[in-house]
């Protein structure tokens, strides 16, 4: 039995005249310890669709099933790592990844729940900034906390929504490598969003390209046959992968035109004029910043 399923799942948001029907008929099957990537356009409903398998978004129609079960909220077995790192502020790299951990974990003592949010720190190579917050790290070094944080939580599928798409290309990288390496150690299951298809072939074994919305839904899927691990260079080298990108670009780019001819029809648009909303007065007493409508 695969481990998630969305059977005919469509999510809109809205009502009456502002509906947005962002996803439809979306079908998928996850096996368990599988890479699946899924390259969309921005905007066409990614972060919507893991929040549905994350249990923050519930489907108007269809199901999302986990281990044949609906879900019915978030829960621990399903790790998120967001494209904004989602870090608290005031904590360190250490407490940050505490708070996961002794969230999942109550039943671990004290000691036992230090050397597990050490080891995941560790993995990320992020021992020696244990102590710092996030201010004081670099994107690629958020990053790899909120890896840690996602991980320390041992869920049984890591779900990851464009988690490298803010960082420089030599970050990004070196990122994907250490999740690619941690994913073979622990043999989790994982699904990346990505807008990026290089990123997919490198690690994924499935890449799904998501049509671009309103309504987007599931293409057809594209298999990455190459042996892991994977090296950059080698598969840069090889026709297979050129083979392999061009197909996947020429889908994306095929189904982008389409939808581009249909965006391009004209509309009628209301006669609207636009209305101030009134001025806005900063006074500064006592410290205070008073904000004034009217
Ligand atoms: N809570 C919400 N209420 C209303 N509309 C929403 C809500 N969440 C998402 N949308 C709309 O759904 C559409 C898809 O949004 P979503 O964030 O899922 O796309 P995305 O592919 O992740 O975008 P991006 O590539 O910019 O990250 C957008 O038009 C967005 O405005």
Same mark, same amino acid.
């Given at each position: ?19 947005? =029907?962002? +996803? ?8 368990? !310890?599988? $890479?699946?990537?899924?390259?969309? $356009? ?5 972060? /919507? ?11 108007? %129609? ?14 621990p ?11 608290? #502020?005031?904590?360190s790299?250490y407490s940050n990844v505490k708070l996961a951990v002794d969230e999942v974990f109550p039943k671990l003592s004290k000691k036992e729940r230090d050397e597990h949010i050490k080891k995941y720190i560790d993995m990320?190579?992020?021992t020696?900034?244990l ?5 004081? +790290? ?10 840690a944080r996602?991980l320390a939580m041992n ?6 929504? =464009? #988690? ?10 070196? +990122? ?8 073979? %150690? ?27 919305? #309103?309504?987007?839904?599931? !293409? #057809?899927?594209?298999?990455? !046959? ?6 950059? /260079? ?26 581009? %001819? ?19 007065? $900063? ?6 910043? %008073?904000?004034?409508? $009217?």
């Amino acid at each position: 039995m695969p481990i998630l399923e969305l059977k005919n799942v469509s999510k809109s948001f809205g009502s009456g005249s502002s509906l947005i =029907e962002v +996803l439809s008929d979306i079908n998928l099957s996850v096996n368990e !310890g599988e $890479f699946v990537a899924i390259v969309g $356009f921005s905007g066409s409903g990614k972060t /919507t669709l893991i929040n549905l398998i994350n249990g923050l978004l519930f489907p108007d %129609q269809g199901e999302v099933l986990l281990h044949g079960s609906p879900v019915e909220g978030p829960g621990p077995d399903r790790g998120v790592i967001f494209q904004n790192y989602s870090l608290l #502020p005031w904590l360190s790299v250490y407490s940050n990844v505490k708070l996961a951990v002794d969230e999942v974990f109550p039943k671990l003592s004290k000691k036992e729940r230090d050397e597990h949010i050490k080891k995941y720190i560790d993995m990320v190579n992020l021992t020696p900034a244990l102590d710092k917050k996030p201010s004081e +790290l670099s994107g690629g070094m958020r990053q790899r906390v909120s890896v840690a944080r996602a991980l320390a939580m041992n869920p049984e599928i890591l779900l990851m929504d =464009e #988690p490298l798409s803010a960082l420089d290309a030599l970050t990004r990288g070196s +990122l994907q490598e250490e999740i690619i390496k941690i994913w073979n %150690q622990d043999k989790k299951t994982a699904i990346l969003i990505t807008n990026d298809v290089d990123e997919g072939i490198l690690m994924a074994d499935r890449i799904i390209p998501l049509t671009p919305g #309103p309504k987007a839904t599931l !293409g #057809p899927e594209f298999k990455v !046959g190459f042996e892991r691990p994977r090296d950059v /260079t080698e598969i840069n080298k090889d026709e297979a992968y050129k083979h392999l990108r061009n197909n996947i670009l020429e889908y994306l780019m095929d189904v982008g035109a389409t939808r581009k %001819q249909v965006s391009d029809q004209r509309y009628m648009l209301p006669d609207l004029k636009p209305t101030m909303p009134g001025r806005v007065i $900063f006074r500064k007493r006592k410290k205070k910043v %008073q904000v004034k409508y $009217f």
